[in-house]
């Protein structure tokens, strides 16, 4: 009886090291499949991260622009006010003219100033125009939401790429 007591306890010390291998491959199996989906989400993660940079570049891009639009809307402003101020100028000398030519001063003088004023003006109202469009223009697209909005899209066309890029491979 002690024999079969003896080959039954070496049978169950047997197959409880065999469980142990088991579970213990089990363990390692499964620490290396939570590993590789660390790694698929870090590299997912990562893929948008980047695309995400690569869209920020493109919007950066376009803020600078916006602000060079600002700037040359600016310079047409600046340009208008100059022939604004040199169009009142001439409006000046043609009264001057206009009252010189009422107490006996030549016609011809007047003729002249008064030609000199309507070119001018007509200046002045050309430049207004464009400085008023170039104004408009950039008045609507210099704002702040207008800023963020030209960064804010292609970072998200390019994280929504970077979506569809991750769901693709899955």
């Known amino acids: ?30 620490i290396q ?11 997912k993660q990562q893929l948008i991260g980047q ?7 493109i919007g950066a891009k376009e803020a600078v622009g916006m602000a060079k639009e ?14 604004n101020e040199a169009a009142q100028a001439a409006l000046k000398i043609a009264e001057t003219t206009e009252a010189a030519s009422a107490t006996g001063g030549a ?8 030609e000199a004023a309507s070119l001018a003006a007509a200046g002045t109202a ?18 702040p939401m207008a800023q963020v909005a ?8 390019a994280l929504g790429v970077g979506f569809l890029l991750t769901k693709l491979f899955d």
């Not at 695309?51 to 570049?57: Q, S, W």
């Open 1 to 30: 009886m002690s024999g079969l007591i003896g080959a039954g306890k070496k049978s169950l010390a047997l197959a409880n090291f065999g469980m142990q291998k088991v579970s213990s491959a089990e363990v390692q199996e499964e």
């Open 33 to 43: 499949r939570e590993q590789m989906e660390a790694a698929n989400i870090a590299g």
């Open 51 to 57: 695309v995400g940079g690569v869209g920020a570049g």
């Open 70 to 83: 600002v700037k040359a809307a600016k310079t047409g402003l600046t340009a208008a006010n100059e022939a």
């Open 107 to 114: 016609l011809t003088a007047n003729m002249a100033g008064t």
């Open 126 to 143: 050309e430049a207004a125009a464009a400085a008023e469009v170039a104004a408009t223009a950039t008045g609507a697209a210099s704002g």
């Open 150 to 157: 030209a960064m804010a899209g292609p970072v998200a066309i």
